[in-house]
């Protein structure tokens, strides 16, 4: 029995594989992205690739057991950053040598375009994801403290937030979120815009706590948000270390100075948006908050932290893609 075999996983298959396909079949673009997979990867002779779709109670965790228990060389997710997080958790706590490959078929698709994927040309990503140069991904284990019990690890590779940016996307609205994809984020957030910065303790590393005030604090591995906002300009796939932010606003009028650097200056100074790097970092609001993990939701938090684990996973990116 493989290493990585879990008692209880009811999906499992003997022989070896080259390619599986973990697939959210209620997208709307999954089914023509299998059968390009499938397509391409009997052209290149890789045989007929293991599809193991997910549902509401398996969400992409068993699927990746099952593609590791397969034997599957590469684990190739059809679907969205709630897809793609999961199968790479189980890939990273695995510790093998598979490689993961994405095709984007979600709402935001935000990790698939900090890796130069662009949703929509489908064709192009599954060339990417058959015949892309592997590279190093690192992920970020998030933890919340909920009534008095830290929960356990999830994984993260883009960006977790505490504060007002995980109220934005609570606050999201399903209808246009199947309408109009990410840009329902950005429509969310401008009704948070004006709400006001919160009290909390930060502490990074080995470091004492911090007393602060921040609309929120975020902790990334990837440089861009939503919007194609450089966020964190110094992120790097793969890297040893988190970058860290503190959304200091204390006015309204601060968001000016905030958008300017987002979109224009992304390496320039902002005395509202204050950085670090760190592989460790907790953040104790006052009073319970949202936590939103690549765009999933903790509704209530009393604390979360966040621990790296660098070069976590494999995962294929276009020759063209961004560094």
Same mark, same amino acid.
């Given at each position: 029995?493989?290493?990585?075999?879990?008692?209880?996983?009811?999906?499992?298959?003997?022989?070896?594989?080259p390619?599986?396909?973990?697939?959210?079949?209620?997208?709307?673009?999954?089914?023509?992205?299998?059968?390009s997979?499938?397509?391409?990867s009997?052209?290149?002779?890789?045989?007929?690739?293991?599809?193991?779709?997910?549902?509401?109670?398996?969400?992409?965790?068993a699927?990746?057991?099952?593609?590791?228990?397969?034997?599957?060389?590469?684990?190739?997710?059809?679907g969205?950053?709630?897809? %793609?997080?999961?199968?790479a958790?189980?890939?990273?706590?695995?510790?093998?040598p598979v490689?993961?490959?994405?095709?984007?078929?979600?709402?935001?698709?935000?990790?698939?375009?900090?890796l130069g994927?662009?949703?929509g040309?489908i064709?192009?990503?599954?060339?990417?994801a058959?015949?892309?140069?592997?590279r190093?991904?690192?992920?970020g284990?998030?933890?919340?403290?909920?009534d008095g019990?830290?929960?356990?690890?999830?994984p993260?590779?883009?960006?977790?937030?505490?504060?007002?940016?995980?109220?934005?996307?609570?606050s999201?609205?399903?209808?246009l979120?199947?309408?109009?994809?990410?840009?329902?984020?950005a429509?969310?957030?401008?009704?948070?815009?004006?709400?006001?910065?919160?009290?909390?303790?930060l502490r990074?590393?080995?470091?004492?706590?911090?007393?602060?005030?921040?609309?929120?604090?975020?902790?990334?591995?990837?440089?861009?948000?939503?919007?194609? %906002?450089?966020?964190f300009?110094?992120?790097?796939?793969?890297?040893?270390?988190?970058?860290?932010?503190?959304?200091?606003l204390?006015?309204?009028?601060?968001?000016a100075g905030?958008?300017r650097q987002?979109?224009?200056?992304?390496?320039?100074?902002?005395?509202?948006?204050?950085?670090?790097?760190?592989?460790? %970092?907790?953040v104790?609001?006052?009073?319970?908050?949202?936590?939103?993990i690549?765009?999933?939701?903790?509704?209530?938090?009393?604390?979360?932290?966040?621990?790296?684990?660098?070069?976590? %996973?494999r995962?294929?990116?276009?020759?063209?893609?961004?560094?």
């Open positions: 029995m493989p290493a990585n075999r879990r008692p209880g996983t009811a999906l499992t298959y003997d022989c070896g594989v390619v599986a396909l973990v697939v959210n079949p209620i997208l709307a673009s999954a089914k023509l992205a299998v059968r997979v499938a397509e391409s009997r052209r290149l002779g890789l045989g007929e690739p293991l599809v193991l779709p997910t549902s509401l109670d398996a969400p992409g965790d699927q990746a057991r099952a593609a590791l228990d397969a034997g599957a060389d590469k684990v190739v997710v059809v969205g950053d709630g897809t %793609v997080r999961v199968v958790g189980v890939l990273a706590a695995a510790g093998g490689t993961m490959a994405i095709i984007p078929v979600g709402s935001a698709n935000l990790v698939a375009r900090n994927l662009r949703p040309r064709g192009a990503a599954v060339d990417a058959l015949t892309g140069v592997p190093p991904l690192s992920v284990w998030v933890e919340c403290l909920v019990v830290w929960g356990e690890p999830s993260m590779l883009a960006v977790a937030g505490i504060g007002r940016d995980a109220q934005a996307i609570a999201t609205r399903p209808w979120k199947r309408r109009a994809g990410w840009l329902a984020y429509e969310s957030g401008w009704r948070q815009v004006l709400s006001p910065s919160l009290p909390m303790t990074l590393d080995d470091g004492p706590p911090l007393a602060i005030v921040a609309w929120s604090v975020l902790a990334a591995t990837l440089p861009r948000l939503p919007l194609g %906002v450089v966020a300009p110094q992120a790097r796939p793969g890297a040893a270390t988190m970058q860290v932010l503190q959304v200091a204390r006015h309204p009028w601060q968001w905030v958008a987002g979109l224009c200056h992304p390496s320039g100074g902002c005395e509202t948006l204050r950085y670090a790097s760190a592989t460790r %970092v907790q104790t609001p006052a009073h319970p908050l949202p936590v939103q690549d765009g999933d939701l903790v509704p209530r938090a009393e604390a979360t932290r966040v621990t790296l684990q660098a070069d976590a %996973v995962v294929v990116r276009p020759t063209a893609g961004p560094a």
